[in-house]
């Protein structure tokens, strides 16, 4: 019962320090000129949790964390686009899991960062019937590819400051 209080405890710090980091990224301009394109800051904490917690467990940190995000934000129209990036990319990287240790988490969030941008294009071309937005696919997969680059070597970083924190 005390294992459990610990755990869940840890997972609601993770889940402010995520949606903290959210809504601090929100506050930096996007230097880009094309939209969707951002660091994803709060995706350090999904890929540490990816590697530290049992997949019920982290998919309820993602899912509070689009809910608050969306609320806090302001931008519950964003949610659809978010939810859909946010899964597909969580899907990809509990199954790279299985084949990519902790040492080299990082090349799960870059397969994560790809699959969240993939995830937030299918439900806009759904959503807005603009084939046209595949046009931007390749920026995203760059930007992706860097941006879960970044955060997985964060994510890393993390690991190694947290490793006696679940004891």
Not at 10 to 34: C, D, H, K, R, S
Not at 96 to 107: A, Q, S
Request: with cysteine; glycine share 8%; charged share 10%.
């Amino acid at each position: 019962m005390k294992e459990n209080v610990k755990r869940l405890a840890q997972l609601g710090v993770l889940t402010a320090v995520a949606l903290i980091i959210f809504v601090v990224e929100l506050q930096i301009p996007n230097p880009f000129p094309i939209p969707g394109i951002k660091l994803g800051l709060a995706n350090i904490i999904t890929v540490y949790a990816v590697y530290h917690y049992r997949v019920y467990e982290v998919a309820m940190l993602v899912t509070v964390r689009l809910v608050l995000g969306a609320v806090f934000g302001g931008n519950i129209s964003a949610l659809l686009y978010s939810a859909a990036g946010a899964y597909l990319c969580l899907i990809g990287m509990l199954l790279l899991k299985r084949v990519i240790d902790e040492k080299h988490l990082w090349m799960a969030s870059v397969l994560g960062a790809v699959l969240h941008n993939t995830g937030q294009l299918l439900m806009a071309l759904v959503l807005l019937r603009t084939p046209q937005l595949w046009l931007y696919y390749p920026f995203l997969l760059l930007s992706g590819c860097l941006a879960g680059a970044f955060t997985g070597l964060c994510a890393q970083l993390v690991t190694v400051r947290l490793k006696g924190w679940k004891r």
